[in-house]
Nanobody
């Protein structure tokens, strides 16, 4: 059974930082491209950042220079370090694991990030 379990969300003031974690089980983690997506109320889910099995990263323009995605294959965990948060970053953040062009595609349950003063 595949599980992606996110943690690290919460309430933070503008300008603050949070680190999200997603720990996987039931998959050959090192083969998967891991991604973080987010969905704000009334908006579509969007890609925030992704990291390939070889460590290549890509980011949404809105988070470049502020967010950093990383992975630790030994800990079967992907991280999202979020700095300089602003209210527009408020959303539910979802972890995604994808392999073979989406033939294997799994989602976590989501973690809420709220940026507010």
């Amino acid at each position: 059974q595949v599980q992606l379990v996110e943690s690290g969300g919460g309430l933070v003031q503008p300008g603050g930082s949070l680190r999200l974690s997603c720990t996987a089980s039931g998959i050959a983690f090192s083969y998967y491209t891991m991604g973080w997506y987010r969905q704000a109320p009334g908006k579509q889910r969007e890609l925030v950042a992704a990291i390939s099995s070889s460590g290549i990263t890509n980011y949404a323009d809105s988070v470049k220079g502020r967010f950093t995605i990383s992975r630790d294959n030994a800990k079967i965990t992907v991280y999202l370090q979020m700095n300089s948060l602003n209210v527009e970053d408020t959303a539910v953040y979802y972890c995604n694991a994808r392999w073979l062009g989406g033939r294997h595609d799994y989602w976590g349950q989501g973690t809420q990030v709220t940026v507010s003063s």
